[in-house]
């Protein structure tokens, strides 16, 4: 049956039905997004989707160690760091 | 902003749910870190967070695993801010023509997350990036 839910119910809903974040999970969940704005940024500056292998590469080993809940750097400014420079090599690289 | 500039931030703000992170975020039979973590891009999706965007084939593999997955797919649908967790339809496109033309294609539901990441920008989350090799689109592990 369908459910009718009160829209301000609806953060109680998703914790009762797919249970309560906790510091882990909203860890790995701000580097997921600091993931895809860094692959954004490299599509907005390369015009091209999607992002080249070397540098999605780069942002994703960069990101696998950002995940630990103890880790208190900041996911977005580490990963736009890393897929400039990443960008800039793959780019040298290519010319 | 240009038109294009509003295209792209928009198109780069979402991701796209495979059956595989659905099953282990809503299986109930997965990992208790990937339902938690899959509550936290709910959450932040209803925020005005990145949107999340289902495959239709990718909801319906994911069902055969445990059926309450399409139900409560479909409340966050119907309560959820518009457009922040959407069921997407399987469309012929130039996408899923050249997918079927891969040398080693995938089962339906991982064409339709790859041919609706190709449609939209949005990275593919899945628990298994490999499984999107053959694919030029962008992927992230949930």
Redesign the interface.
Same mark, same amino acid.
């Given at each position: 049956m369908p459910t009718k839910l009160d829209p301000a119910d609806l953060h109680a809903f998703i914790d009762r039905v797919f249970g309560t974040p906790d510091a882990a999970a909203r860890r790995v969940v701000d580097v997921l997004e600091a993931q895809a704005a860094a692959l954004a940024w490299v599509r907005d500056t390369t015009g091209r989707y999607p992002s080249p292998r070397p540098v999605a590469a780069a942002i994703q080993e960069a990101a696998n160690g950002l995940r630990d809940v103890n880790d208190e750097r900041d996911p977005n400014q580490i990963l736009s760091a890393i897929a400039a420079e990443a960008l800039a090599a793959h780019m040298a690289g290519a010319s | 902003m240009s038109q294009r @500039?509003e295209h *792209?931030?928009w =198109?780069? $703000?979402g991701?796209v749910l495979d059956d595989l992170a659905l099953v282990a +975020? =809503?299986g109930g039979t997965g990992d #208790?870190?990937h339902?938690? #973590? =899959?509550?936290?891009?709910? $959450?932040?999706a *209803?925020e005005g967070?990145?949107v999340l965007d289902v495959p239709a084939l990718c909801l319906t593999e994911a069902t055969t695993a445990r059926r309450s997955i399409a #139900? $409560?797919v479909? @409340? =966050?649908v119907? *309560?959820?801010p518009p457009g922040a967790v959407a069921v997407r339809e399987l469309v012929r496109d130039a996408g899923l023509d050249t997918a079927l033309t891969i040398d080693r294609p995938l089962d339906w539901a991982g064409t339709h997350a790859a041919t609706h990441a190709l449609a939209t +920008?949005h990275?593919v989350?899945t628990l298994h990036p490999e499984r999107y090799r053959e694919f030029?689109? #962008?992927t992230? *592990?949930l």
């Open positions: - | @500039d *792209t931030v =198109l780069s $703000h991701y +975020g =809503l #208790e870190r339902r938690r #973590e =899959l509550s936290r891009m709910i $959450h932040r *209803t967070g990145p #139900e $409560h479909a @409340d =966050l119907a *309560t959820a +920008g990275p989350v030029a689109i #962008e992230m *592990t």
